[in-house]
């Protein structure tokens, strides 16, 4: 709860370029005029959504049906439609304001078509995000860092198409060192027979985008750190008369980065709500977690501040309740409470959905067209026990992403190794045409490109700790592929197969003394030496918790999903030969003798 005696300064005309007032509408319940001087309330609603990236339907592109997964969850900007529409209805539409916290134009085919395959900026047409967004009467949507994925001219055409700014007060201009994005809004609410509520919307984004995005942002954009710029912003917008401030901040609550300490710190809403004296709530984006509603303690006034997350993709709508009492002629934040509307809970709203159909209906046809042809099948039934080509095609698309990335850098000349699950086992390249569809098929998780360092001796134990995947079976013992794998529980998409060293897998052996023959060019690998390691960004973060990987040092972070890579790889090439990237390069042995031929 806010202090009913904390004061704010009084309000000013809004006159900067950088801020905006809109008007909006009259409370449900005013003083009556003989009340006139004495404390009087209203209320404000800010809505909030987060980590879109790209879901306007209820659909999964990859998989080519409705989405859904084991929650039963719904996805897209449709179904929030629905939602806000139904808090406009019940707190009155011109007393709510709708935001995002970033991240809403990478993530789905939706969006790599009309960046890639029909972009934007050479078509000219209105992008269906903006489309949506524009017609839900979106208030301002914060930088996420994703949106840099495609450049700067992809993201300023996108920006030109939106009927409200898009907000980045830390994406400043290298040369000019002003601010590159328009750093905040303020918003005036009218109020009847009352003075009218101002609310501000500080947009922040990642400080990431630097490394990242490194080839789209280098000499052109700088990130300074989203505290910092807050410190600088939040007392201007209350000077200005913000008698509300929320922060929309693309950065998730966990006080840590997944780049150590060498940029500005990436997941910072905690420590931003913590440190910066003035603002009333944080719409926290970028974590893809959910949040219904957290206080944390302000260390400089003592009071509480509200931070809420929505779940990703359009899952869930963040509302954000303030209540406001005036006295002695200025308004207070006396309380804010913060919920979550689940998307699952109504249907698509029909104005969205008719406004994107044709374009929706172009990318379905589009993922379901052929991109390649396969000069063979690679089936990936076998691949949790045998090395297949369909694997091995994995691991050479991430293994060239990541040698790629470190082309130039003080880290070009490592040898690249590369790690790959098999997550499904009915996925198949088939021989001859292969479709969008069938890439997606064969990565069935939105993992985004990783790589890591790690010595041969870390290589080992990680690949020691993967081996536990193994039933432990005696030389001459019958072998049965149905129960060879999965002890004592592990799932197959924890376990990991690596390319680019050569060893052997003794299943006779107890967990932990598997790995024997470990070699890297025909030499047994030097347990200092140095690698880099191509992986998913769930199993950088720990997920599986396989050893040294979490904490080892991030080369590349591209946020790139795996499963376009492939896709990139096939539209590129034009054929899947395993003759390009398929080499047995490990197997499963007892005593030396091999499991399977």
């Known amino acids: 709860m806010h202090p009913s005696a904390r004061r704010r300064g009084a309000a000013t005309a809004v006159t900067a370029a950088v801020a905006v007032t809109l008007v909006s509408m009259t409370p449900a319940a005013a003083a009556p005029p003989e009340h006139a001087g004495k ?9 909030g959504t987060s980590d879109l990236h790209g879901y306007v339907e209820n659909w999964d592109y990859f998989n080519d049906v409705e989405y859904d997964d084991a929650a039963h969850n719904d996805v897209g900007l449709a179904k929030i439609s629905t939602l806000v529409n139904s808090v406009r209805a019940d707190r009155g539409p011109e007393s709510t304001m709708l935001i995002d916290a970033g991240d809403t134009i990478q993530g789905t085919s939706l ?21 949506a967004m524009n017609s839900m009467d979106y208030d301002a949507a914060a930088l996420g860092n994703h949106e840099f994925n495609y450049g700067l001219e992809m993201l300023r055409t996108f920006e030109s198409q939106l009927n409200f700014p898009l907000l980045g007060a830390n994406a400043v201009d290298s040369a000019t060192d002003k601010p590159a994005f328009t750093p905040y809004i303020i918003k ?20 990431g985008v630097a490394i990242w995005d490194k080839n789209n942002v280098d000499g052109k954009l700088e ?14 917008m209350k000077a200005r008369g913000a008698d509300v401030v929320v922060v929309s901040s693309h950065s998730g609550t966990s006080g840590t980065s997944s780049y150590g300490d060498e940029l500005p710190l990436e997941n910072a809403s905690t420590q931003l709500a913590e440190t910066v004296p003035g603002i009333d709530a944080v719409l926290v984006g970028h974590a893809h977690q959910e949040i219904p509603e957290r206080f944390v303690t302000n260390k400089t006034t003592g009071e509480q501040v509200l931070l809420t997350e929505p779940l990703n993709w359009g899952m869930r709508l963040s509302v954000m309740d303030f209540e406001l009492t005036k006295v002695r002629g200025q308004w207070d934040v006396t309380s804010a409470s913060a919920s979550l509307l689940n998307a699952n809970t109504v249907e698509a709203d029909p104005v969205v959905s008719k406004l994107v159909a044709e374009q929706h209906q172009r990318v379905i046809d589009y993922v379901n067209t052929p991109v390649g042809n396969a000069t063979e099948s690679m089936p990936a039934e076998e691949s949790r026990y045998r090395d297949t080509a369909v694997m091995d095609f994995v ?21 690249v190794l590369s790690l790959v699950a098999p997550f499904s086992r009915t996925a198949e390249i088939p021989a001859g045409p292969v479709t969008i569809r069938d890439l997606a098929g064969l990565y069935v998780f939105p993992n985004t490109l990783f790589g890591v360092e790690m ?98 040092t991030v080369l ?10 492939l896709i990139d790889y096939v539209v590129a090439k034009g054929t899947v030969d395993p003759a390009d990237f398929a080499e047995n390069n490990w197997r499963l042995v007892r005593n030396g003798v091999p499991v399977f031929e």
Do not use: C, W
């Not at 009218?190 to 984004?205: A, C, R, S």
């Open 188 to 207: 005036t609410v009218k109020t009847k027979g009352n003075k009218p509520v101002k609310v501000g919307i500080l947009g922040l984004t990642n400080p």
């Open 111 to 131: 969006t790599d078509y009309f960046a890639n395959t029909e972009p934007i900026t050479k078509t000219g047409e209105i992008h269906p995000v903006a489309a």
């Open 395 to 415: 691991n050479s698309v991430q293994a060239q992403a990541v040698d790629r990335a470190l082309d130039g850098g003080p880290n070009a000349d490592l040898p």
């Open 455 to 552: 010595t041969g001796a870390q290589v080992k134990e990680y690949l020691e700790y993967s081996a536990k995947y193994f039933n432990q079976t005696a030389p001459g013992a019958p072998v049965d592929p149905a129960t060879l794998t999965n002890a004592n529980g592990t799932p197959d998409y924890n376990y990991d197969m690596m390319s680019g060293v050569s060893y052997d897998i003794d299943i006779s052996r107890p967990v932990g003394e598997r790995i024997v023959n470990l070699s890297f060019n025909g030499a047994p690998v030097d347990p200092a030496q140095r690698f880099a390691v191509a992986t998913n960004n769930y199993r950088q973060s720990g997920g599986g918790n396989f050893p040294h990987i979490a904490t080892a």
């Open 556 to 565: 590349v972070n591209q946020q790139t999903e795996i499963r376009q890579l």
């Open 223 to 236: 990130f300074p750190g989203i505290v910092e710029q807050a410190q600088k912003y939040v007392p201007e």
């Open 39 to 47: 404390d009087q309330k209203t209320s404000v609603t800010v809505m």
